[in-house]
């Protein structure tokens, strides 16, 4: 057995100092350190012979398998530093660098800040509220009625926990609108705010994801009426789509504002004459209106003094508007595809 060990020793030493690469000496690693490599048997053989000798040969396993070991790890330093002065030698230091690619902002942040700097610019603030929030600045502040379709498990994610008498359940913001009683109950007047925040909603297609983005405006004064809220919206258009769009107000229903619109704006390819993409002239943006009496009330002002407007439009939708971005679906500007995203 001990003759056996020393040839095995000996072979593997060979080996070793013959091999030319690290491929070569991780084979010979395994050749005879592996699970079934040779000392590896030889070494399960013991057992086999008289108790007597047993120590001996045991002494003399080990030793040959330290001597291999540190043979394999004195050729792999060799071979190690071989390969890499071998590289060296490849590289021509004459030769003009890589320049590495530069990241930038997701087209999304893009758009969050050049909204924010446009309202900042004629007297807005930044605030920010809870993205987990209760039903009752979600909804009841709102003037949303208890069975109203926009409460329903469908429609918005609603969070499993106890129940408060006043507050109701505990959901994911739908909308950023949930600030608008928490602003006014700060009593601090007057109100130029402005909201950028997410919202989480059960949709998902081709204009919808279950995240999105909105930004909302609210300015509560005394005699705020209807020509500051067309007036500002007039602004933010023309700062953000450019001099030649144009923003017009529909009457529509919300429950939050009385009275209620939509607002349009001109298409950016035919500038309001009508072609395929708008049919009409104008394309959609969101929701605006004069803050409703009931939400005044449930922010502790009289709504006989104070009056106010607001606006909450989807990032993503104002995004997709803007002249020369052709997005045809919401759902990229969430995705991995780097040859979409790198576009921007």
């Known amino acids: 057995m001990e003759e056996e060990l020393i040839g095995i020793k000996n072979t593997a030493l060979s ?16 050749q005879f350190l592996g699970r079934s490599g040779k000392l590896t048997l030889a070494i399960k053989e013991i057992t086999k012979i008289p108790l007597e000798k047993r120590p001996a040969v045991g002494i ?8 291999i070991e540190e043979a394999l790890l004195q050729q792999e330093k060799l071979l190690s530093k071989k390969k890499n002065e071998n590289i060296l030698k490849k590289i021509d230091v004459t030769n003009p660098g890589v320049k590495p690619t530069l990241g930038h902002l997701h087209l999304v942040t893009q758009a969050l800040e050049e909204i ?5 610019s004629i007297g807005f603030s930044k ?3 809870p993205e987990i929030d209760w039903d009752y600045y979600a909804f009841s502040a709102l003037n949303f009625p208890k069975d109203h379709p926009a409460r329903d498990d469908w429609e918005t994610f ?3 926990g106890e129940e408060d008498k006043k507050m109701g359940k505990i959901l994911l913001s739908p909308h950023t609108s949930t600030g608008q009683v928490r602003e006014i109950e700060k009593g601090k007047l007057p109100i130029r705010m402005l909201n950028i925040a997410k919202c989480y909603r059960r949709q998902s297609d081709v204009s919808h994801t279950p995240m999105f983005h909105q930004f909302e405006g609210l300015v509560v004064d005394k005699n705020i009426s209807i020509t500051h809220l067309k007036g500002t919206l007039d602004y933010f258009v023309k700062s953000y789509f450019g001099d030649k769009r144009k923003s017009r107000i529909r009457p529509y229903h919300f429950q939050f504002t009385e009275p209620s619109f939509e607002v349009d704006v001109t298409c950016g390819v035919c500038l309001g004459k009508g072609c395929r993409l708008c049919k009409a002239g104008w394309l959609e943006m969101g929701g605006a209106g004069m803050v409703h009496p009931n939400v005044l009330k449930a922010g502790g002002l009289d709504p006989k003094i104070y009056t106010g407007f607001a606006f909450g439009w989807g990032v993503e939708r104002v995004l997709m508007m803007k002249a020369g971005l052709e997005i ?8 991995n595809k780097l040859e979409f995203l790198s576009q921007f």
């Open 328 to 335: 045809d679906d919401l759902r990229l500007l969430y995705s």
């Open 60 to 67: 003399l396993a080990n030793e040959v398998k330290k001597t």
């Open 116 to 120: 924010s700097t446009i309202f900042e």
């Open 127 to 129: 605030e920010k509220y």
């Open 158 to 160: 609603f969070i499993k």
């Open 15 to 30: 080996f070793i100092l013959e091999a030319e690469d690290l491929q070569s000496l991780e084979d010979t690693k395994l």
